[in-house]
């Protein structure tokens, strides 16, 4: 049975960060960010340097520069803001 695994190389990859998109093209200085439920149960955000193996791995996101991974963060913070205010007023 063969996979069909669609692999997307680096230099098509966009941003993700709000309202940015761009293209990454042959620049280096990209940041990788996700996000996963550790033991507690709770929502964490890692950033890590580029790395192409990391890059094409599932719920990986791509962020061009400083800006967009504030941007990322400050998303990733707020949806967790939200959520604690809507527990606590259920
Ligand atoms: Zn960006």
Do not use: Y
């Not at 193996?53 to 913070?77: D, P, Y």
């Amino acid at each position: 049975m063969a996979e069909n695994v669609v692999v997307i190389p680096p230099e098509f990859l966009r941003c993700a960060g709000p309202n940015c998109g761009v293209l990454k093209g042959s620049s280096d200085r990209w940041w990788l960010m996700w996000s996963s439920i550790n033991h507690h149960g709770m929502p964490e955000m890692h950033l890590a340097a580029w790395d192409e193996r990391l890059a094409v791995q599932e719920g990986t996101i791509h962020v061009c520069g400083e800006a967009c991974a504030q941007k990322l963060q400050s998303q990733f913070m707020g949806n967790i803001l939200q959520k604690t205010i809507r527990a606590n007023s259920a």
